[in-house]
């Protein structure tokens, strides 16, 4: 044992719980066991070929060195277009900025703008990253809960109770991770108004933008005034199942894209040039390969959300978008945790406790359907046998 200290702010810094039950699960499998993993959260489509063809001729054409710490200017200007297109809003390509993944956008945004005393109000249950980064940088990270009574979504009413005059940033996300709920307009204008109201910073993630079963994708952006005052953060990895080339992108106001430009300097340098090639290709590419994937979601969330309900003790409200289902497991008697271990342990099915999404997430489940219809069906199996059988 030596001397060394880490500093700090690493005693701040949490972690993603599904990359720990990931690796205890792959313990289990090298141990022989077999495992169904439902605690992932990436799509389990392969990226589409014209997608990986673009990104071999990238590499064959020598894009295989620094490029521009905001993205390559065509991909830029692709991701504007692109936005356009799709109708969600219009913007020059100077206020996007190009991410290996989308995590740093989360990053880059609270690091430049929450500091010791302000407040960063952010969806709980809701990813980790956000209570994680905020805590890192200093400030104070404020829960805002998301009840099942009310589809998941934030009640704005509530949301306005915990303003203050240090609230600095306000996290949204929808669709949303874990609970599969997604706001609707009207929530988005009131959550607009309450920015507008009182000077808040909103960081919009919608990076399951394209995977929502049915309605409209609604924004704050769609609201005059937000586009000043918001950071779209999206990309490449649940949209066109490419979460291992980490690309992303953010869309800041004008005034954050510099700070965030020198952040990603500091840090990356830039993204990596052939997949942004890559990148391109899927935003002009064919929307097939991306409604076929969301087809599929929908049969398997229609099949996981039936034989949830059918469990005793178990109840799961349907899910409006990405790809979870976050399932009520208070009629169990169970904790979310004790849960989580039995499941692993008895049935080997790896699925989230609630908790690793906030305190709020106690009482639920997260399983991602993110896996086969035969593996989601014996999962299901597996999870009713568990929960009939066990006595808490
Ligand atoms: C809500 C949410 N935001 C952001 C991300 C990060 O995406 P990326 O893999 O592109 O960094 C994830 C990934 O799980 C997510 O669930």
Same mark, same amino acid.
């Given at each position: 044992m030596t001397g060394f200290q880490l500093a700090e702010r690493m005693g701040r810094l949490g972690t993603e719980s599904a990359f720990e039950l990931l690796a205890k699960a792959k313990a289990l499998e090298a141990a022989g066991r077999t495992i169904i993993h439902l605690e992932i959260g990436e799509p389990d489509f392969p990226t589409a070929g014209h997608i990986r063809e673009a990104a071999v001729a990238a590499l064959e054409a020598g894009h295989t060195h620094y490029v521009p710490a905001p993205g390559i200017p065509e991909l830029r200007e692709g991701v504007a277009a692109f936005l356009e297109r799709t109708g969600r809003m219009r913007v020059s390509p100077d206020r996007v900025v190009v991410t290996p993944g989308a995590k740093p956008v989360m990053f880059f945004t609270i690091l430049a703008l929450a500091g010791p005393g302000d407040e960063v109000l952010y969806p709980d249950p809701g990813f980790p990253m956000y209570e994680s980064i905020t805590s890192f940088a200093g400030a104070t990270p404020v829960p805002v809960p998301l009840r099942e009574a009310n589809g998941f979504r934030i009640d704005t009413a509530e949301l306005e109770r915990l303003v203050t005059p240090r609230s600095k940033l306000l996290i949204l996300n929808s669709p949303h991770n874990p609970c599969g709920g997604a706001l609707t307009r009207g929530d988005c204008e009131a959550i607009a108004e309450i920015a507008l109201r009182h000077d808040l910073v909103v960081l919009s993630d919608e990076v399951y933008w394209a995977i929502r079963y049915g309605g409209e994708h609604a924004s704050v952006l769609d609201f005059d005034g937000m586009a000043e005052r918001t950071v779209l953060l999206d990309g490449w990895s649940k949209t066109f199942a490419m979460t291992g080339w980490r690309l992303g992108f953010g869309v800041f106001p004008d005034w954050l894209v510099e700070p965030v430009t020198r952040l990603a300097i500091n840090s990356v &340098?830039?993204? &990596?040039a052939f997949s942004q090639y890559a990148a391109l290709a899927a935003l002009e590419g064919p929307w097939t390969p991306v409604e076929d994937m969301v087809a599929e979601f929908r049969r398997r969330r229609d099949i996981v959300l039936a034989g949830l309900n059918d469990i005793p003790g178990i109840s799961c409200v349907e899910p409006r978008g990405a790809f979870y289902a976050f399932c009520n497991i208070t009629g169990t008697g169970l904790t979310s945790a004790d849960l989580e271990a039995r499941l692993l342990r008895d049935a080997g099915v790896a699925a989230l406790s609630g908790t690793a999404f906030g305190p709020w997430g106690e009482g639920y489940l997260r399983l991602s359907y993110a896996n086969s219809v035969p593996n989601l069906r014996t999962a299901l199996e597996a999870i009713k046998s568990v929960v009939t059988s066990a006595t808490p």
């Open positions: &340098s830039c993204t &990596s």
